[in-house]
């Protein structure tokens, strides 16, 4: 069982940055991909990033291309969302997810095998 905490969220006015932190239980970087999902009250979870910690395979929605990135410390098992130039439309809750598929293209909520319990990003115009 591979479990997943994020942390990092907050408040941050439009044009600002914060970074996510997703710290993962030891050995998960071996089997699994990491990714970010984010979603607003009301509508579907959307995947947004990926990363396999130790292929070095990424994915970037083209929604967030540009202004957000991804990395990992293998070292200390946490993937790390760097997100810069944040809108309000940013603002939702952020889950990372861990999954046995690599990152090649789009993410889904049905490829992912553990969640974490989400952070909140709240981005003020």
């Known amino acids: 069982e591979v479990h997943l905490v994020e942390s990092g969220g907050g408040q941050v006015q439009a044009g600002g940055s914060l970074r996510l932190s997703c710290a993962a239980s030891r050995g998960a970087f071996d089997d699994y991909t990491i990714n970010w999902f984010r979603q607003v009250p009301g509508k579907e979870r959307e995947g947004v990033l990926c990363t396999g910690p130790t292929d070095g395979s990424t994915w970037v929605a083209d929604s967030v291309k540009g202004r957000f990135t991804i990395s990992s410390d293998n070292t200390k098992n946490t993937v790390y969302l760097q997100m810069n130039s944040l809108k309000p439309e940013d603002t939702a809750v952020y889950y990372c997810?861990?999954?046995?598929?690599?990152?090649?293209?789009?993410?889904?909520?049905?490829?992912?095998?553990?969640w974490g319990k989400g952070t909140l990003v709240t981005v003020s115009s």
């Open positions: 997810a861990a999954s046995l598929y690599h990152c090649s293209g789009y993410i889904y909520d049905s490829m992912m095998s553990y």
